[in-house]
């Protein structure tokens, strides 16, 4: 597969496009995470989290990519495509990955809580379809945490009142 010898700058270029998508979470209130599923050079599937848009549980911008780019392609099996997302994919994400079978998953920041490709459990390695495949961590990933560092500082700000001190 061609797409898993690409260079770094090739990885940074669609990072960048996963991380356009998770700015468009994080301005719509949801967690900042972006996903995109590229295949012959050109993204085919596009997602970012919309749990709290959608109030939807399994709205993650990986699961909403793949179903993008299995519609683009008319097939349900991406094995030449490749999942660029911004954050190490959950349990339930890495189910999806597992299904769809892009063989190349490329993220940004490790998700030390719940990633499931290296973090927490390698649920890639050693599946029962007895499929390789190839994961890279890391690209982008200071930009990609500072979103997520950022976004839940300001959830986590509490708006000053004057029982605070504020007087305004």
């Known amino acids: 597969m061609n797409e898993i010898a690409q260079s770094f700058a090739t990885h940074e270029q669609w990072m960048r496009a996963a991380i356009d998508e998770a700015e468009k979470a994080?301005?719509?209130?949801?967690?900042?995470?972006?996903?995109?599923?590229?295949?012959?050079?050109?993204?085919?599937?596009?997602?970012?989290?919309?749990?709290?848009?959608?109030?939807?549980?399994?709205?993650?911008?990986?699961?909403?990519?793949?179903?993008?780019?299995?519609?683009?392609?008319?097939?349900?099996?991406?094995?030449?495509c490749v999942l660029y997302s911004t954050l190490e994919p959950c349990t339930m994400c890495s189910g999806a990955?597992?299904?769809?079978?892009?063989?190349?998953?490329?993220?940004?920041?490790?998700?030390?809580?719940?990633?499931?490709?290296?973090?927490?459990?390698?649920?890639?390695?050693?599946?029962?379809?007895?499929?390789?495949?190839?994961?890279?961590?890391g690209i982008l990933a200071a930009e990609c945490g500072d979103l997520l560092r950022e976004f839940f500082r300001r959830v986590r700000r509490k708006p000053q009142s004057e029982e605070d001190g504020d007087p305004t």
């Open 26 to 80: 994080g301005e719509a209130g949801d967690v900042p995470v972006g996903a995109v599923v590229v295949h012959d050079g050109r993204v085919v599937g596009r997602g970012h989290n919309r749990v709290e848009a959608l109030k939807d549980p399994t709205a993650h911008a990986e699961i909403l990519a793949l179903g993008a780019a299995s519609a683009t392609i008319g097939d349900w099996r991406l094995d030449e």
């Open 97 to 137: 990955i597992l299904l769809s079978r892009p063989r190349l998953i490329v993220f940004g920041a490790d998700d030390l809580r719940a990633g499931a490709v290296r973090s927490t459990a390698r649920l890639l390695e050693g599946n029962p379809y007895h499929l390789d495949f190839e994961v890279i961590g």
